[in-house]
């Protein structure tokens, strides 16, 4: 049977492969492969699919691998400066691999090759998984995968060993193992994970994992010794079997740091609620909840009882999302519990989307354009550097400028004022945008953030109604330069990303169009809510939830495609 080693050792090849046309490609930052297998999919590469290499292992046991492989000497160098070397050579046409441990001295002066970390592996991994028959055997799996590849608190190494668990079996026992085996993951295992297909319930336990993770490797003895009591008041007598196993294999976990797969969800749950030494009617059968915050949002435009559920939701979610650390890059699960719910609210943040959007919007900034030499959308997100990869930004003040000159015309006058009002409204949104990147409809639902995106609204509808009743005047007057100050105005909240071969155009969360069908259905909804009938509640609820986007295509400006306008010098 494979290593977990050895498999990492194939994902990295695969990753190298992918990243064929790099002056060089650096994996560090990653668990011990085996140098052996590496070496040998190294060589299969240079040998049998005729990919040029040069190979730099950086890392212990290079040389050992390189005898047992027998790798010609010239493809083959255990130090850093070697790849310094291939590197200057302007006739060398070969990939360079350096495989390192991340500090080691010189690597800085790689600074044109191309990492190779954790993240893009853990990707390759889970492509595997799912390639699989069984890991996308069906649509839970399929969610269930990718959310561990995006799960920060998953490491590659826990990835590949659970990975490694689960190869050979098949059907339900491949299901079943896939729930039983997350200790593997540093999880409680869970029997029960996906009795629940549904995702806001499988991210809810996950969560409720965690925190009873957290809660065994805090107790004091106090916590310890009501928990004794506990397994020895229970009546039932495979229960406390189950029980005082679970003690026991806490003890172990405590003391020799092993025993966690012994220890289920279900037998922590009631260890740690044990704790609380108080007796439990027979009656009380209250167990913790979890819906989405978009159902909860989508419930609130017809039930008054849930508006203060979302506005409460909102404000947390607003605050959990500012405190978050976004150089993890990764999506994260955030469960918002407050005093005014009734249940715990699950949402998913896209920390990169996130990174991007903070770093490219603010009172001045309303988007830009960014060169990053990636394959994908996915991939340039990851690696995005606003120092490092800003062409330009749509700024404001320069915006001013050019509407200013149509100041001498009262149409243009009226335009260039309606465009600094829209600019003071916008700032009401701009704290709202973290938010509305995460859950869009829950600000729109909350009566206090969805005045603030009508009032947006408005104000951009007002601007372009000025513009289309002024066009042909200012066209008369102002010729061919008009149109091309009113293609400043359409990047407005746009940003544009150039990678190997293509161009993405994104709208942020901010776009006037993208808040209208949130900001207005919400808005209708609540105007004519004491109209609707039951039949229709639940007919408004669905549709919430599943709301058509209206911006079926961006039109960009030539100016995006302006060599000299995007120009690190220039800006807008």
Wanted: aromatic letters at 8%; hydrophobic letters at 40%; one cysteine or more.
């Amino acid at each position: 049977m494979e290593t977990s080693n050895e498999i990492l050792s194939v994902v990295i090849t695969d990753a190298i492969r992918a990243h064929t046309d790099a002056v060089g490609v650096l994996i560090r930052d990653v668990p011990t492969p085996d140098s052996v297998k590496l070496l040998e999919g190294l060589k299969n590469l240079i040998e049998k699919e005729k990919i040029d290499l040069r190979i730099c292992y950086v890392r212990s046991g290079g040389k050992e691998a390189e005898k047992k492989v027998k790798i010609n000497s010239k493809f083959f160098s255990v130090v850093v400066e070697q790849a310094e070397r291939w590197r200057n050579d302007p006739n060398l046409k070969a990939l360079i691999v350096v495989i390192a441990h991340g500090d080691e001295a010189k690597l800085s002066s790689l600074e044109d090759f191309r990492i190779i970390s954790s993240y893009e592996l853990k990707t390759i991994l889970v492509e595997k998984a799912l390639g699989d028959e069984q890991g996308g055997q069906n649509d839970v799996q399929v969610k269930w995968w990718k959310y561990l590849e995006y799960d920060d608190a998953v490491g590659l190494g826990q990835l590949i060993d659970y990975w490694l668990s689960l190869k050979g079996k098949k059907g339900q026992s491949f299901l079943e193992a896939s729930s039983r085996e997350i200790h593997l993951l540093g999880l409680l295992p869970d029997p029960q994970l996906f009795d629940d297909p549904r995702e806001s319930s499988i991210l809810g336990r996950i969560a409720l994992n965690r925190d009873l993770i957290s809660k065994l490797q805090t107790l004091t003895p106090k916590d310890r010794r009501l928990m004794v009591i506990a397994v020895e008041n229970e009546k039932d007598t495979k229960n406390k079997k189950k029980l005082q196993e679970a003690l026991d294999q806490l003890d172990r976990l405590r003391w020799e740091g092993e025993g966690l797969q012994s220890i289920s969800f279900q037998s922590a749950e009631r260890l740690i609620k044990g704790r609380k030494a108080k007796k439990k009617s027979k009656d009380d059968t209250t167990k913790s909840q979890t819906e989405k915050v978009i159902d909860i949002a989508a419930e609130s435009l017809t039930k008054k009882s849930r508006v203060s559920d979302i506005k409460s939701i909102v404000e947390d979610l607003q605050t959990q999302l500012n405190n978050l650390d976004q150089s993890k890059l990764q999506p994260q699960a955030l469960k918002i519990s407050t005093p005014e719910i009734s249940t715990d609210a699950i949402t998913i943040a896209q920390l990169d989307i996130l990174n991007l959007i903070s770093k490219m919007l603010d009172d001045n900034k309303y988007g830009g354009v960014l060169e990053i030499d990636a394959s994908n959308l996915k991939m340039a997100l990851r690696r995005f550097d606003v120092q490092q990869h800003l062409i330009s930004y749509w700024d404001f003040k320069r915006i001013e400028e050019f509407f200013d000159d149509l100041s001498e015309d009262d149409t243009g006058s009226l335009f260039t004022q309606q465009l600094k009002e829209y600019n003071e409204v916008r700032k009401h949104i701009l704290p709202l945008a973290r938010s509305l990147t995460v859950e869009p409809l829950a600000v729109a639902a909350n009566p206090k953030s969805r005045n603030a995106i009508l009032k947006f609204i408005n104000s951009y509808e007002i601007l372009c109604k000025t513009i289309r009743d002024g066009y042909e005047q200012l066209f008369n007057k102002f010729g061919s330069d008009f149109n091309d100050i009113l293609s400043h105005l359409i990047l407005l909240e746009t940003i544009f990303i150039k990678t190997k071969d293509r161009i993405y155009a994104l709208i942020s969360p901010t776009h006037p169009l993208f808040l209208w069908h949130y900001g207005r259905y919400c808005q209708i909804i609540n105007e004519q809510r004491e109209l609707f009938d039951e039949k229709d509640k639940i007919l408004i609820t669905q549709a919430a939830k599943n709301l058509p986007n209206f911006l079926m295509a961006l039109f960009v400006p030539q100016i995006v495609f302006d060599k000299n306008y995007m120009s690190v010098d220039s800006a807008f």
